[in-house]
C-alpha cells in the first residue's frame, strides 16, 4: 500500500487509528476474560438450584431403589415398597428432565458440563429397561448394583463438570464436596451389597471382596476431600465422624472387612440404624457445603464486577482521553501543516505573480508588507515555517531585483536604441544632402545603397525600443494607401528585389499606425526572404475583409513543422513578456508587440504547395478610403524626412497608382532607381515607367566628361542665378512626370489626372524625431 501521496490528515488519522483501536481490541479482550469468570461465578446458583439440588434427589432416590432391587432379587418375592419408591424416583427424575432441559441451566453451561447433562439423560434413559430385566430376575445382585451405580455415576460426573468456578478455593471446595458425594455414594453401595447377602443368608461369588474394596474406596475419598475443605468444614466434618452412629459403622465395617463370611451374629439393626445416620449425617454437610459456596460465590462475582467496571470504565476514559489527545494533536498538527501549505501555495500561485505583475507595471513593492511574518510555533513545523519566511522573502526581493534588473535592462535598451536612431536619423539627413549635391549616377547609386541600410538600421534600433516597451517615433498625421504602406515595408528589408508586390486593393491605414504596420510587414517580409531559397520570390498581397483588412506573405521555402507553426502562432497572438533565452525569434516578439498596441491579427499559415504565409489582418478601425494622390504627408511628429524617403523608395507622391491594371507583377528592384528631382546635368534624364513614375537613365557620351577640379575660391553663382537653374530642374521634373502619366493613361485607358504644380523644394530636416 502505497501511502506516499496521501493527505496529511489521512497520514494522522492512519497513524491516530491504528494504537487506538489496538487499545480498545485490549480493552474488550480484558474486559471479556474478567466478565466471563463474574459470570460463572453468577452461574454458580444456577448450577446449585437447576442440577445440584435436583440431581442429588435422584442419585439419593436411585441409592434407595438399588438397595430395594438387590433385597428382591437376593428373595423370592416382589417387594411392594419397591414399587412405591420406583414412583418417588421416577417423579425426581423427571423434575431433573425439566430442569437439564430448561434454557438458565443450558446458557449457564459451558461445553464440558454440556456433554455430561447429555451423558446424565441418556443413563437415565435406560432405567426403566433395567427395572424390567429386574422384574423378570435376568440380572443377579451384582448385575442391578452396576445398573444403578452406573446411572448415579453419571450425575456424579455432571456434578463435577459443575465445579469450573474461576475462583481458586471455591473451586477446590466444590470438588470435595462431589468427592465426599461420592464417598457417600460408596457407603450406599456398601449397604446395597451388604443387604443383598443378609437376604440371601450369604455372600454371592466375590461380593466380599466386591465389598471391602467398596469400604477401602469410600473411606478414601472421604478423607481425600476433607483435606480440601476450609479449617472450619474440616472441623465440622471431624466432629460428625466422632459421632455414634459413625463409630458404630466404622466398627461394623471393620467386622465386615475382616470376615470373608457374613458373620453369624452380626448386629443388622445396628448396621441400619448407623448407616442411616450416616449417610444423612454426610448428605446434610454436602447440602450445607453447597449452600454455602453458592452463597459465597454471589458476593465474590458482585466484587468481580465491580472491579470490572471500575477497570472497564477507567480503560473507557483512558481510550476516550488517547482518543482526544490523538485528534487534538493531529488537528493542530493537521492545520499548521496545512497553514505552511497554504501559505506557499499562495505565496507560488497568487502573490508572487501578483508582486511581478505590479512590478512590470512600475509599481513600488513593499517586500515586508508582501510577505509578512508568519508565527507556526517554536517545533520543528516552526522551524519549518520561519525557514519557509525566509524563503518568501527572498523570493520577493528576488522577483523585485529581478524586475528592477529587466527594467534596467529596458533602460538601457532604450537609451542605445534612441541614441543609434538619432545617429541613423542624422546620417539619413546626411545622405539626403549628398544626393543633392551628387552628380554623378555610380556615386548616387552607391548612397543609395547606404540609404537603404540606413534605413534597416533604423528599423534594428526601432525594434530595441519596441522589446524595451518603448513606442518608435515615426508617425504619420494623414491616412497613407495600402500599397504603399506595403511598398515602405519592402524598402527596409534587404532582399528587396526578391519581393514581387501582388494585387493590393485600394485602402488606407489610419496615420497613427502606419509605422508599426510598416515595422510590422518588413519584419516579416525579411522573414520570407531569410528563411528561402535565394532564387525564390516571395509574393506580397492585400485584399479587403469583411471586419478589416488583411496582408498575405508568401515564401516558397521549406515551412515550419506544425509544431513549430503552433508555437510560433500562440506567441503572435499575444504579446508575450521578451525572454533574452528566446532570442531565435526576435523578430516574432516585435510583430507580437507592433500586433498587440493596434489589435492586428498575426497569422502562420502553411503554404501551397511548400513554405509559409503570413496573414496580416488589420482591424476595421485603421482601414480607410485609400487617400488622393499627393495627400501623404509627413505629420508634425518631425517626420519630414521619412516623407521624403517614402517619396524616394516608394514613390510616395508620385504619379497616379496602377494596381490591378499592370499586366505583369510589380518589380521591387525598380524603385532603387527612382530619385528626387531629376538632375538634368548629372547625364542621368528622367524618363516615363509603367506606372507614371520617373525614372533615372544612364547616359554616357563616348568620352567621359571630365569632373571640374574644386576651385579654392567660392562659387561666384548668384541666388537669382541658383534659383533659375533649381526652377529649371524641378520644371523639367514636373514635365517628366506628366509625360510619363500620359503615356500609362494611353497604355490603360484611363483619364489623365491634372498635372501637378510645381512647389518649391523644401530644405531637409537634421533630424527626425522619436515619440
Not at 479449617?231 to 472387612?257: H, P, S
Not at 463370611?261 to 439393626?269: H, I, K, Q, S, W
Not at 555610380?442 to 547606404?450: N, P, S, Y
Amino acid at each position: 500500500m502505497n501511502t506516499r501521496d496521501w493527505p496529511i490528515r489521512a497520514k494522522l488519522t492512519a497513524l491516530v487509528i491504528g494504537p487506538v483501536t489496538a487499545l480498545l481490541a485490549l480493552w474488550i479482550f480484558a474486559t471479556t476474560l474478567t466478565f466471563g469468570p463474574a459470570l460463572d461465578l453468577l452461574a454458580a446458583r444456577t448450577y446449585l438450584y437447576d442440577l445440584g439440588r435436583p440431581g442429588e434427589a435422584v442419585v439419593a432416590e436411585l441409592q434407595r431403589e438399588r438397595r430395594l432391587s438387590v433385597v428382591q432379587l437376593a428373595g423370592d418375592a416382589a417387594l411392594p415398597a419397591l414399587a412405591e419408591q420406583r414412583v418417588r424416583t421416577d417423579r425426581t427424575v423427571a423434575e431433573l428432565r425439566r430442569r437439564v432441559d430448561g434454557e438458565a441451566l443450558r446458557d449457564a453451561a459451558d461445553g464440558l458440563l454440556d456433554a455430561r447433562l447429555d451423558q446424565l439423560v441418556s443413563a437415565l434413559d435406560a432405567l426403566p429397561a433395567g427395572r424390567g430385566f429386574i422384574d423378570t430376575r435376568k440380572v443377579d445382585r451384582a448385575g442391578a448394583i452396576g445398573l444403578y451405580s452406573g446411572m448415579i455415576s453419571s450425575a456424579f460426573q455432571a456434578f463435577s463438570a459443575m465445579a469450573a468456578l474461576p475462583d481458586t478455593q471455591l473451586n477446590r471446595e466444590a470438588l470435595a464436596l462431589t468427592a465426599l458425594g461420592r464417598a457417600r455414594e460408596l457407603l450406599g453401595q456398601t449397604d446395597a451389597l451388604l443387604a443383598g447377602a443378609i437376604t440371601a443368608g450369604r455372600y454371592a461369588e466375590g461380593e466380599h471382596a466386591q465389598l471391602v474394596r467398596t469400604i477401602d474406596n469410600g473411606r478414601f475419598l472421604a478423607e481425600d476431600a476433607v483435606a480440601d475443605l476450609p479449617a472450619g468444614e474440616r472441623a465440622e466434618y471431624q466432629r460428625l465422624t466422632e459421632a455414634a452412629d459413625f463409630v458404630r459403622l466404622r466398627a461394623l465395617e471393620d467386622l465386615l472387612i475382616r470376615s470373608p463370611e457374613l458373620p453369624a451374629r452380626f448386629d443388622v439393626a445396628g448396621w441400619e440404624a448407623s448407616q442411616t445416620g450416616v449417610w444423612r449425617s454426610m448428605r446434610d454437610f454436602e447440602l450445607r457445603g453447597a449452600d454455602g459456596l453458592a452463597e459465597r460465590s454471589v458476593p465474590m462475582a458482585v466484587g468481580i464486577l465491580v472491579r470490572l467496571g471500575a477497570a472497564g470504565v477507567l480503560g473507557l476514559l483512558a481510550i476516550v482521553f488517547c482518543v482526544l489527545v490523538a485528534l487534538r494533536v493531529g488537528r493542530s498538527l493537521a492545520r499548521r501543516l496545512t497553514g505552511v501549505r497554504t501559505a506557499a501555495l499562495e505565496m507560488a500561485e497568487h502573490r508572487l505573480p501578483d508582486v511581478v505583475t505590479r512590478l512590470r507595471r512600475g509599481e513600488e513593492v513593499d517586500v515586508a508588507a508582501e510577505a509578512p511574518e508568519l508565527d507556526h510555533g517554536g517545533d520543528e513545523i516552526g522551524e519549518v515555517g520561519r525557514a519557509f519566511n525566509e524563503m518568501r522573502r527572498t523570493a520577493l526581493q528576488s522577483a523585485v531585483d529581478e524586475v528592477t534588473l529587466r527594467r534596467g535592462l529596458n533602460e538601457v535598451f532604450l537609451n542605445i536604441a534612441r541614441r543609434s536612431q538619432g545617429l541613423v536619423h542624422r546620417q539619413l539627413a546626411l545622405l539626403d544632402r549628398l544626393e543633392r549635391q551628387t552628380e554623378d549616377p555610380d556615386e548616387l547609386a552607391g548612397l543609395f545603397q547606404v540609404d537603404h541600410l540606413a534605413t534597416r538600421l533604423r528599423r534594428h534600433a526601432e525594434d530595441l525600443v519596441i522589446l524595451a516597451g518603448a513606442a518608435p517615433g515615426r508617425g504619420w498625421r494623414n491616412p497613407v494607401a495600402a500599397v504603399d504602406v506595403v511598398r515602405g515595408a519592402i524598402s527596409e528589408v534587404e532582399s528587396y528585389d526578391r519581393v514581387d508586390v501582388g494585387e493590393v486593393p485600394p485602402a488606407g491605414v489610419l496615420g497613427r499606425a502606419v509605422g508599426d504596420v510598416i515595422h510590422l510587414l518588413a519584419e516579416l517580409v525579411e522573414n520570407a526572404t531569410t528563411f528561402s531559397p535565394p532564387a525564390s520570390r516571395v509574393d506580397v498581397t492585400g485584399r479587403a475583409t469583411p471586419d478589416g483588412y488583411a496582408f498575405e506573405i508568401t515564401d516558397h521555402g521549406l515551412g515550419m513543422s506544425p509544431p513549430a507553426l503552433a508555437a510560433a502562432n500562440r506567441k503572435l497572438s499575444r504579446s508575450p513578456e521578451f525572454d533574452p533565452a528566446d532570442s531565435a525569434r526576435l523578430g516574432h516578439f516585435v510583430v507580437a508587440r507592433l500586433a498587440a498596441r493596434h489589435g492586428v491579427r498575426v497569422e502562420l499559415r502553411p503554404g501551397t504547395p511548400g513554405g509559409v504565409t503570413a496573414v496580416v489582418h488589420l482591424p476595421a478601425d485603421l482601414i480607410t478610403d485609400e487617400p488622393a494622390l499627393g495627400s501623404t504627408g509627413p505629420g508634425p511628429r518631425g517626420a519630414a524626412s521619412d516623407g521624403r524617403r517614402m517619396a524616394k523608395v516608394t514613390r510616395l507622391g508620385a504619379a497616379p497608382r496602377t494596381r490591378a491594371g499592370r499586366a505583369g507583377r510589380e518589380r521591387a528592384d525598380s524603385a532603387v532607381v527612382a530619385l528626387p528631382a531629376a538632375r538634368t546635368s548629372s547625364g542621368v534624364e528622367p524618363a516615363a515607367d509603367g506606372d507614371g513614375l520617373p525614372r533615372r537613365v544612364r547616359r554616357r557620351g563616348t568620352v567621359a566628361r571630365p569632373r571640374p577640379a574644386p576651385a579654392d575660391a567660392p562659387s561666384s553663382r548668384t541666388p537669382d542665378e541658383a534659383r533659375q537653374a533649381m526652377s529649371a530642374l524641378q520644371a523639367g521634373t514636373a514635365r517628366g512626370r506628366r509625360d510619363g502619366a500620359r503615356a500609362a493613361d494611353a497604355a490603360t485607358g484611363t483619364v489623365p489626372s491634372p498635372p501637378e504644380p510645381v512647389r518649391a523644394p523644401q530644405p531637409p530636416t537634421a533630424t527626425e524625431r522619436d515619440a
